[in-house]
């Protein structure tokens, strides 16, 4: 792969209009709601921009790593569970807010309670870029709803669905799969697409560990070394390769037959060598994710499947999803699952070690995605995208409800990046940057997922 690198620190450039004169700087409650009939009205109808570039935006931070295994671990910092570590006195109570009942679906988050009614629907007319009504139409004019984010730009370039987002340790560069069969790199700081890798196969899914990139295409993953340009082709895979992962030296690929295929690294040889090749699963592996000395495999046959990292010895299976699992995400001593069920289930290891599921989310669509992350505050969130073309976003462990991102087609990429930053790639190609928004708190910090 030809990779221009300069080793500059870069950021993306903010696009976004200035502040409204004349109007209050605060964003009118009743326009989010969809329903403000003031004209004029005094506050802002549009979603305030968030802080300044140089306090959250930076992308390449010298000896900062950006990696962030498949669908739910993010760096070496946050790999498996760390919640109890840094706060020995969290005791979690899953789907509870500030002592209220199980499940509440409030849309106040962490900031201050802040509350905002939920609004469901797109204006299509707004889509299609026709409108009559402007500020006073009772539908959508936004991608997402709520205070906590924003969002800063917008990648295009994919023609179909993007299935891979990853930033390679040591790289100014951003790298995005799709099912276009490419894979785009684009700079840092211009959001300017730099470079366009045609491979041949769709991509299935793409991570990043330290400076290599890896690559899942139908019965081969591709291995990019981005500071050095090498390339390498791991054979083996039957079928497509949906998920992988790296753990305990290893790097693990979910294939479309149900296989789990392992390679481990000869530094020696500067290749990846076949080590192992995992069986159990009936039907493809769809997802991956390591923590606490386990690797966790998702799959289309419903299960969950859970092996002991060093003998690599399947330890135990999860039937309890009654659909595909489409998504794991290690957070502190818990897994959390997602399913085509509409249910994220989070499960906790008992006395013997086996895990049980000890609180079920349930949503209304299937979930597709689970991503973790810290917001401004570092506080934790979890980014849930369902088959409803949304993502919503909960504080953990409460489920409260922060706010929602919507998509013209279902979103199934999402990757934290350095600071503050997050993407997410959609069913068009679309690849957005979001940023967290800073606000003003009395509350004291919850622990952070992974």
């Known amino acids: 792969m030809d990779v221009d690198e300069h080793g500059n620190k870069r950021v993306f450039q903010r696009l976004g209009a200035s502040y409204d ?41 010298n000896g900062s790593s950006s990696k962030r295994p498949n669908q739910g671990v993010p760096d070496d910092r946050d790999r498996s569970f760390s919640g109890a570590r840094r706060y020995p006195n969290f005791n979690p109570t899953w789907g509870r807010v500030y002592g209220g009942g199980a499940g509440n679906r409030a849309h106040g988050g962490g900031t201050g309670n802040r509350v905002f009614r939920k609004i469901e629907k797109l204006c299509n007319y707004w889509l299609q870029g026709n409108c009559s009504f402007g500020d006073k139409c009772k539908f959508l004019h936004s991608w997402s709803v709520g205070d906590c984010f924003s969002s800063l730009t917008q990648l295009e370039g994919h023609q179909k669905d993007v299935s891979g987002i990853a930033l390679p340790s040591g790289s100014d560069k951003l790298y995005t799969g799709s099912k276009d069969e490419t894979v785009r790199i684009w700079d840092c700081q211009s959001g300017q697409c730099t470079g366009v890798v045609n491979l041949g196969g769709e991509v299935g899914c ?67 060598e076949p080590a192992a090749s995992l069986p159990g699963h009936r039907l493809s592996v769809v997802t991956l994710v390591v923590g606490a000395n386990r690797l966790y495999s998702g799959s289309i046959d419903h299960s969950i499947r859970v092996w002991n990292l060093e003998n690599l010895q399947c330890l135990q299976t999860l039937t309890e999803h009654t ?57 934790p969130v979890v980014l849930c995208s369902c088959n409803d073309n949304t993502v919503r976003v909960y504080d953990l462990p409460s489920f409260s409800e922060r706010g929602k991102i ?19 790639g959609d069913g068009t190609g679309l690849v957005r940057v979001w940023n967290w928004s800073t606000t003003p708190t009395t509350e004291a910090a919850a622990p952070a997922p992974a």
């Not at 004349?22 to 506050?43: E, I, L, S």
């Not at 083996?236 to 392992?262: H, S, T």
Request: hydrophobic letters at 40%.
């Open 406 to 424: 919507y998509a013209r087609a279902e979103i199934r990429a999402i990757q934290a990046g350095p600071g503050a930053l997050f993407f997410t």
């Open 206 to 272: 793409m991570i990043s560990e330290g400076p290599w990139l890896f690559v899942g295409i139908p019965n081969v993953v591709k291995a990019w070394n981005t500071q050095n340009n090498s390339e390498l082709s791991l054979n083996g895979p039957v079928g497509q390769v949906y998920a992988l992962v790296v753990g305990n030296d290893l790097l693990f690929a979910g294939v479309q037959d149900g296989a789990i295929l392992i390679w481990k690294f000869n530094a020696v040889s500067n290749c990846f």
């Open 21 to 61: 004169s004349g109007k209050q700087q605060k964003v009118c409650y009743h326009w989010r709601a969809g329903r403000c009939n003031k004209f004029p009205c005094p506050y802002l109808h549009r979603e305030l921009p968030g802080p300044p570039p140089q306090q959250h935006h930076q992308f390449i931070s």
């Open 323 to 379: 659909e595909v699992v489409m998504s794991l995400l290690c957070w502190d001593q818990f897994l959390l699952s997602c399913s085509l069920d509409g249910t994220v289930k989070v499960w906790v290891a008992k006395e013997g070690g086996n895990l049980e599921v000890t609180y079920t989310h349930k949503e209304e669509q299937g979930v597709l995605n689970l991503c973790g992350m810290h917001d401004s505050e570092a506080k």
